[in-house]
């Protein structure tokens, strides 16, 4: 941008970095911390209080997804709610880059938060803002469409959603965030290049998508699919030659250390999601 590049030829004494943030709890800010090279504190005062979502989300088996003391949890999509491999359709098949599991696990977490809060006895006044957002815009069609089925005869009533493109949501904020990832190779398939290109490998991208959460974030990705993909790091307010950096690894490798990583199968059986998708 025109500021970055005034900034890096601006002498060292006329500018300074802001490195102390009051968004996000901790460790929603220590998902995207790689992108200011580790500087990036919290100037949240308790943020266990400040930030807490207070939500307990129980899956399949009455298991818990989500507790009050976890802000940022990754769901595998590698495989589906039934746990049978998952995967995107072949190139050329003409479709748009959709993930109809992360849209109906999408639907079914919206829906669970709202049955959660309406059975809490500490139930904040007015509905709780979420945001959902995707890489790609052909996704936003389809989470909205799954969303308005799911509700046609049962609205929320305790939340309130805003879905859009990771580009339209720069700037926003939300107290919840689900990010769904979309692209799947699938275990099965050859090994296929990782475009440097793609929304989903531009750090920008990454990381205005996952700071937009203040208390809780939620991504919906496949592990195997983005385990793996390379990301440039450009130098932070400097010139200079790009880093190739692990950031998906170093990531959910932080969300497993905490015991935040499940698999979809957890949320339960979503029935007629496992026969939209090409399994292996």
Do not use: C
Request: no cysteine.
């Amino acid at each position: 941008s025109l500021f970055r590049t005034h900034f890096e030829r601006a002498d060292e004494s006329i500018k300074q970095r802001l490195t102390v943030q009051h968004r996000m709890h901790p460790d929603i800010m220590d998902s995207v911390n790689r992108f200011y090279e580790g500087q990036l504190t919290s100037g949240i005062v308790e943020p266990d209080v400040a930030r807490a979502h207070g939500l307990t989300i129980r899956g399949r088996g009455d298991l818990p997804v989500i507790g009050p003391d976890q802000h940022m949890v990754w769901i595998d999509t590698t495989n589906d709610d039934r746990g049978a491999e998952w995967a995107e359709p072949k190139a050329g098949s003409g479709q748009e880059r959709t993930n109809i599991l992360e849209a109906r696990l999408i639907v079914r977490m919206l829906r669970d938060i709202d049955d959660a809060i309406l059975s809490s006895s500490s139930r904040t006044v007015g509905p709780k803002e979420i945001g959902i957002v995707s890489m790609y815009q052909a996704q936003v069609r389809t989470i909205r469409s799954e969303i308005n089925r799911e509700t046609k005869d049962r609205p929320f009533k305790a939340i309130k959603y805003e879905l859009n493109t990771v580009v339209k949501y720069q700037g926003k904020e939300k107290p919840i965030i689900l990010v769904s990832m979309v692209r799947n190779f699938g275990r099965s398939a050859p090994a296929r290049r990782r475009s440097s290109r793609a929304n989903v490998a531009r750090f920008e991208y990454i990381n205005v998508a996952f700071s937009r959460a203040q208390e809780l974030l939620v991504v919906f990705g496949a592990l195997d699919t983005f385990t793996p993909y390379p990301v440039e790091l450009p130098p932070m307010d400097a010139n200079g030659t790009p880093s190739i950096v692990p950031v998906y690894r170093e990531i959910t490798e932080m969300v497993e250390r905490k015991g935040a990583m499940k698999q979809a199968s957890a949320l339960g059986d979503l029935h007629a999601a496992a026969g939209q998708g090409r399994r292996q």
